[in-house]
């Protein structure tokens, strides 16, 4: 990756490994131009401690992450009309609504 390509942002890749034996971890920070020296560094900071986790914890992170997609999938509700409310929408008279401005 070119200096041009990286984004004015920060965070980790996480690269699976061709042999299929588990993966590395890289980092990149393209927030040198864009911040102060020392707030560059605590983002730098930051991004190494997510790699430190990610590397040593990635059980940890995956079964957390496990946990929170199945949440968010079972939050998704799916509503289908009953045949009497169907029925009810059908033949109920519909009122103008009159807007004033």
Known sequence: MSTE?????????????EDGTGFSVR???????????EEAEQ??????GLMHI???GFEFLGSIGKIILENERNEQI????????IDAIAESKIIPFNRKN
């Open 43 to 48: 983002y730098e900071a930051l991004v190494y």
């Open 5 to 17: 390509e990286i984004p004015k942002a920060c965070g980790i890749f996480i690269i699976p490994l």
């Open 78 to 85: 799916e509503f289908e009309a009953d045949d009497e409310l």
């Open 27 to 37: 980092n990149f920070n393209g927030l040198w131009d864009t911040f102060p020296e």
């Open 54 to 56: 990610a590397t040593e």
